[in-house]
């Protein structure tokens, strides 16, 4: 089975400044989405980057990019010139493109606060 | 409508009660999704429909938990015999296929007293 792994509970950054959130993910399978959400207060999970594993260049919007590693199955995101607004929890999200995969399992999450 | 609608956004039932909760998918959108998501955790997939079908529901945690979608749109979590542990945000989302990324809801929060 699939898994997803945030192993920092909590980031805090500097408004203006740049911020890393790790994570990783164990499969067996060679083809798969990779996501990062983020959920602020008001419990809505929005996309903030989607990354197709059979593409080796990396997915960038804006003030957000990922460092996707394969071999490592490493999906970090940068945040790039933080504001007040990115504060909130972020997810890593896996899924499947074979068959049947239906499912978008998802880590533990993230709190990001930004200081002002 | 514009994106997911969820209702209610709140809901407080005693132990042992029923409740339905309703989620409205954005228009066309085929695929729908329920997650369960307790406090300081990621959303826990429940059930998943194609259209009108459960075309898996292997995260339904029990048979407590039912869920319809009778004419492909409009689907309801229905979970009997409420008890306290399921509390939490039930969130849906939906896609226009199953490539496509996941639009949520805002969810409802369950709370069995």
């Known amino acids: 089975a699939q898994t997803v792994t945030q192993s920092q509970p909590e980031m805090s950054v500097q408004e203006a400044e740049t911020v890393t959130l790790s994570c990783t993910y164990d499969t067996s399978e060679s083809d798969y989405y990779l996501f990062w959400y983020k959920q602020p207060p008001s419990r809505q999970m929005i996309l903030v980057i989607r990354q197709e594993a059979y593409k080796q260049q990396n997915a960038t919007e804006n003030r957000f990019s990922v460092n996707f590693q394969k071999a490592a199955k490493s999906f970090s995101l940068k945040i790039s010139d933080s504001q007040l607004g990115d504060a909130a929890m972020y997810f890593c999200a896996y899924r499947s493109q074979n068959t049947g995969g239906f499912k978008t399992i998802f880590g533990a999450g993230t709190r990001l606060f930004v200081k002002a | 409508g514009a994106g997911v609608s969820q209702t209610p956004s709140n809901k407080v039932t005693e132990k042992g009660k029923y409740v339905e909760l309703r989620c409205d998918p954005i228009s066309g959108h085929t695929a729908l999704y329920w997650y369960r998501q307790s406090l300081g955790q990621g959303p826990e997939f429940l059930i998943y429909?194609?259209?009108?079908?459960?075309?898996?529901d292997s995260g339904l945690p029990n048979d407590r938990f039912f869920a319809v979608r009778p004419e492909g749109s409009v689907s309801t979590l229905k979970i009997q015999r409420t008890e306290r542990g399921d509390s939490a945000v039930y969130l849906c989302?939906?896609?226009?296929?199953?490539?496509?990324?996941?639009?949520f809801g805002n969810g409802t929060r369950l709370t069995v007293t």
């Open positions: 429909f194609q259209g009108t079908g459960a075309a898996d």
């Open positions: 989302a939906s896609s226009q296929d199953r490539d496509s990324p996941l639009h």
